[in-house]
């Protein structure tokens, strides 16, 4: 490799020595003949001579070299490239199979039919100048194709064919013609068809069936079924808008029950509407604008909370929302809660009301008496019903003689066990309540609703 690269060095250096020579015994030469031109002897004549092949064989040389250099670059310039070939004639380059691609796909969308792949490919080499963009190379295949072939536009309707025409302008106008007789049925409205209509140019033969005249666009733009007309006009109108209703709880109704406190009264408004139709038939209402006449009233009803009644025959027992129906008939006041109190804690809670003595008493739930008697500790006479799973109630101070119920018997919800009265440590006639859990005394609030 050394050697190769010394002889490669040597053979340079010897051409710029000759070369140096030449242009120095050039100049030499030149520098000569003028001074023998003007010392005018035969020397100088024989000196130009030798001067004047020393020069031409400059130049060959240089011309020599001139050509290799401008060829060898030429020869770079060629590039590789993909051929885009018709019948055999060479009618563009690519850069590569894929731009060619793309430049035949772009043609077949404009030949449609007309543009079954006819283009071949070849890899070549040729001037980076020669290479076309897809664009110009779709063109290209579309002349070449297209020879014996109308240039038509398609039109759809909505993505359908309907058909194709020459002229496209034609084709415009006749649209609008057919929309212009739309516009004189509907003088103050905002006309257009509510199908899309799109245009494609391509390329038939002349035969095709679905070339159409302009008269074969008008008779068919006519046909009902090709388009529909939709048109849009302002509307006013004087509208009711309904009342909110706003309930109010109370316990002069039972669960369940309402009443109307107040009636609510609908308001009037006056609206401006973008109504479209399609076909005459109403499609879509736009809201513009709109201006409250009177406002609407809302409705107040009455809801009731109080729990419902259970008829017992002769007398009504109130189902509370509590496990228990009210165990005092007709006495709704509760005169003592359950806790602390000035006389000590209070395990039940006390009802009364007005008559209250020889109101009726009624059991909570059904359930088992277990006691019922007069009691040493306080309650008078009272009662104590189990109701199964470690519930009891208990009613005391009832009336002297007024149990209606003795240990063993069966009671249904609401039946009479007693009267109210005022025995055992008692101050003014009242029924005393209580709720047993597992034999603890709790606030029997939450039992009957209260809470
Ligand atoms: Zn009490």
Same mark, same amino acid.
């Given at each position: 490799?050394?050697?190769?690269?010394?002889?490669?060095?040597?053979?340079?250096?010897?051409?710029?020595?000759?070369? !140096?020579?030449?242009?120095?015994?050039?100049?030499?030469?030149?520098?000569?003949?003028?001074?023998?031109?003007?010392?005018?002897?035969?020397?100088?004549?024989?000196?130009?001579?030798?001067?004047?092949?020393?020069?031409?064989?400059?130049?060959?040389?240089?011309?020599?070299?001139?050509?290799?250099?401008?060829?060898?670059?030429?020869?770079?310039?060629?590039?590789?490239?993909?051929?885009?070939?018709?019948?055999?004639?060479?009618? !563009?380059?690519?850069?590569?199979?894929?731009?060619?691609?793309?430049?035949?796909?772009?043609?077949?969308?404009?030949?449609?039919?007309?543009?079954?792949?006819?283009?071949?490919?070849?890899?070549?080499?040729?001037?980076?100048?020669?290479?076309?963009?897809?664009?110009?190379?779709?063109?290209?295949?579309?002349?070449?194709?297209?020879?014996?072939?109308?240039?038509?536009?398609?039109?759809?309707?909505?993505?359908?064919?309907?058909?194709?025409?020459?002229?496209?302008?034609?084709?415009?106008?006749?649209?609008?013609?057919?929309?212009?007789?739309?516009?004189?049925?509907?003088?103050?409205?905002?006309?257009?068809?509510?199908?899309?209509?799109?245009?494609?140019?391509?390329?038939?033969?002349?035969?095709?069936?679905?070339?159409?005249?302009?008269?074969?666009?008008?008779?068919?733009?006519?046909?009902?079924?090709?388009?529909?007309?939709?048109?849009?006009?302002?509307?006013?109108?004087?509208?009711?808008?309904?009342?909110?209703?706003?309930?109010?709880?109370?316990?002069?109704?039972?669960?369940?029950?309402?009443?109307?406190?107040?009636?609510?009264?609908?308001?009037?408004?006056?609206?401006?509407?973008?109504?479209?139709?399609?076909?005459?038939?109403?499609?879509?209402?736009?809201?513009?604008?709109?201006?409250?006449?009177?406002?609407?009233?809302?409705?107040?009803?009455?809801?009731?909370?109080?729990?419902?009644?259970?008829?017992?025959?002769?007398?009504?027992?109130?189902?509370?929302?509590?496990?228990?129906?009210?165990?005092?008939?007709?006495?709704?006041?509760?005169?003592?809660?359950?806790?602390?109190?000035?006389?000590?804690?209070?395990?039940?809670?006390?009802?009364?009301?007005?008559?209250?003595?020889?109101?009726?008493?009624?059991?909570?739930?059904?359930?088992?008496?277990?006691?019922?008697?007069?009691?040493?500790?306080?309650?008078?006479?009272?009662?104590?019903?189990?109701?199964?799973?470690?519930?009891?109630?208990?009613?005391?101070?009832?009336?002297?003689?007024?149990?209606?119920?003795?240990?063993?018997?069966?009671?249904?919800?609401?039946?009479?066990?007693?009267?109210?009265?005022?025995?055992?440590?008692?101050?003014?006639?009242?029924?005393?309540?209580?709720?047993?859990?597992? !034999?603890?005394?709790?606030?029997?609030?939450?039992?009957?609703?209260?809470?």
């Amino acid at each position: 490799m050394e050697k190769f690269f010394n002889a490669l060095y040597n053979c340079i250096y010897n051409l710029g020595l000759i070369t !140096g020579k030449i242009i120095g015994g050039f100049f030499k030469k030149i520098a000569k003949i003028i001074k023998k031109l003007f010392h005018f002897n035969k020397a100088s004549f024989s000196s130009a001579k030798v001067f004047f092949k020393r020069a031409i064989i400059s130049v060959v040389v240089l011309a020599i070299i001139g050509t290799t250099v401008y060829v060898a670059s030429s020869n770079s310039n060629k590039i590789k490239a993909v051929s885009l070939e018709i019948d055999g004639e060479v009618i !563009g380059y690519a850069t590569s199979q894929t731009q060619a691609d793309s430049a035949e796909t772009m043609a077949i969308e404009i030949l449609g039919d007309a543009g079954v792949k006819k283009v071949k490919n070849n890899e070549v080499r040729t001037d980076a100048c020669n290479i076309k963009s897809a664009s110009v190379l779709s063109d290209i295949i579309v002349e070449k194709l297209s020879e014996g072939l109308v240039a038509v536009n398609e039109i759809y309707i909505d993505g359908d064919l309907l058909c194709a025409v020459e002229d496209p302008q034609a084709a415009r106008d006749t649209i609008k013609q057919t929309l212009d007789l739309a516009k004189k049925v509907y003088p103050n409205s905002s006309v257009s068809f509510a199908e899309k209509i799109t245009m494609k140019p391509t390329y038939y033969a002349r035969n095709n069936e679905k070339l159409y005249t302009t008269a074969q666009l008008q008779t068919a733009l006519k046909n009902a079924d090709t388009l529909t007309i939709r048109h849009s006009e302002c509307e006013e109108n004087i509208y009711l808008t309904d009342y909110d209703t706003v309930e109010i709880q109370t316990n002069t109704l039972f669960v369940g029950d309402t009443r109307v406190r107040r009636a609510g009264q609908n308001g009037s408004e006056y609206a401006i509407n973008l109504v479209t139709y399609i076909d005459n038939q109403k499609v879509l209402s736009e809201h513009l604008m709109s201006v409250a006449i009177r406002e609407p009233v809302p409705q107040i009803v009455e809801r009731g909370i109080r729990a419902e009644s259970l008829s017992m025959g002769s007398y009504t027992v109130i189902q509370t929302t509590g496990i228990f129906c009210w165990p005092a008939v007709n006495l709704y006041t509760v005169t003592s809660p359950f806790g602390h109190r000035s006389l000590g804690y209070h395990r039940g809670i006390d009802i009364s009301g007005a008559n209250a003595s020889g109101s009726l008493v009624v059991a909570g739930a059904a359930g088992t008496v277990t006691e019922a008697g007069w009691s040493t500790g306080g309650y008078g006479n009272y009662v104590i019903i189990n109701h199964g799973n470690g519930v009891e109630t208990l009613y005391a101070h009832m009336l002297d003689n007024s149990l209606m119920v003795s240990p063993g018997d069966t009671v249904q919800k609401g039946q009479t066990i007693g009267r109210v009265g005022n025995t055992g440590y008692s101050f003014g006639a009242h029924l005393h309540f209580e709720v047993r859990v597992n !034999g603890n005394r709790l606030n029997p609030a939450p039992y009957l609703g209260l809470e």
